[in-house]
């Protein structure tokens, strides 16, 4: 059994970490009798490495969690996992769009401002270089 500090070691986590999904139940530490300490177990390992993969491949901490308690009732999570994967690919794809379109945007302006000098506000104008952009936040 190993305490809080060294089972973050182990698995190089922060003690913090290890604490913050315990207090979620993704964790489940025995309590030490004598001193009260939760306790880690080996087993406990694989359970957060199962989480640290699950959160590198996009899964929330409480989708994480549904995860467990299917797994927990003898319920495959198996489809649920497939339709969070293919959701999050289509949010993901719609985000990478957004940005791509923002670089051409960004781009743009920045081929029309190198033309452009350098201007004093006038007191219309704030930034010369912005406003010649014209209206592009109707693209966003």
């Known amino acids: 059994m190993m305490n809080v500090s060294e089972f973050a070691r182990e698995v190089s986590v922060t003690p913090h970490t290890v604490r913050y999904y315990a207090r979620l139940g993704l964790l489940k530490p025995q309590r030490d009798p004598r001193s009260r300490y939760k306790k880690f ?5 694989a359970r957060l490495q199962f989480i640290m993969r699950a959160r590198s491949l996009g899964f929330t901490l409480s989708e994480i969690g549904e ?3 299917r797994s ?4 495959t999570p198996c489809p649920m996992v497939r339709e969070i994967i293919r959701r999050r690919i289509e949010e993901t794809t719609e985000r990478l769009d957004a940005v791509l379109a923002l670089r051409e945007r960004m781009k743009q302006a920045l081929v029309l401002w190198e033309k452009m000098p350098d201007q004093v506000p ?12 014209g209206d592009s936040h109707d693209s966003a």
């Open 41 to 45: 177990a080996e087993s406990d390992i």
């Open 67 to 69: 995860i467990f308690r």
């Open 72 to 75: 927990a009732r003898r319920q």
């Open 122 to 133: 006038d007191g219309n104008a704030i930034c010369a270089l912005i406003e010649a952009a």
